[in-house]
């Protein structure tokens, strides 16, 4: 079994941590634009683009790791790290597809004007706002833990580099381009 995962679920990956970023960014920063501006109207479209691109992409990460086996880990891991693993990479999987099919959901239910990369998006004809409102409450509330999952992930990364100095890291890291 070869040493890296494909190329085509690296790219996915590091395109997909990127729409992440861009999308809690967005957020993030909202709040320092003036309520009703287009900075504010630019950061939400980013959000909700970013958001459903993210869905796109995990959907698509979850068919290519269908479709390809994980290569394995040099030095094997002990049972806990295996199992503690899968749990973070479902749970990840998880929240990275049902956040933004919430607060694409609780949009178009809203019933209010709402675009996607600058496309004004279709809206329900009757709005249901005490749905759309639990929907966006629901986003909201599992949002944070998109940090702390991440952040899991990340600082398991490199531990397994740097301390146990196996090649976890080095299966998701782009290859070198040749010169030619």
Known sequence: MRGKFA????????????LIV?????????????????????????????GA?????????????IRHRTPEILSSAPRWQTGLAHLIHTLMYALFITLPVLGLTSRYLRGRDWWLFGVSMPVASEPRFDLSDTLT?????????????????????????YFLKDNTLLRMMPRPRRDQ
């Open 53 to 65: 691109t993210v869905l796109v992409l995990m959907l698509a990460r979850l068919l290519l790791r």
């Open 7 to 18: 190329a085509s679920q690296i790219a996915l990956h590091w395109l997909t941590f990127l």
């Open 137 to 161: 409450d629901w986003h909201e509330t599992l949002a944070p833990l998109g940090y702390w999952l991440v952040g899991l992930h990340a600082v398991a990364a490199l531990f397994h580099h």
């Open 22 to 50: 861009v999308a809690y960014s967005a957020i993030e920063l909202r709040g320092f634009a003036q309520r009703g501006s287009w900075q504010g109207y630019a950061l939400i479209i980013t959000h909700f683009s970013a």
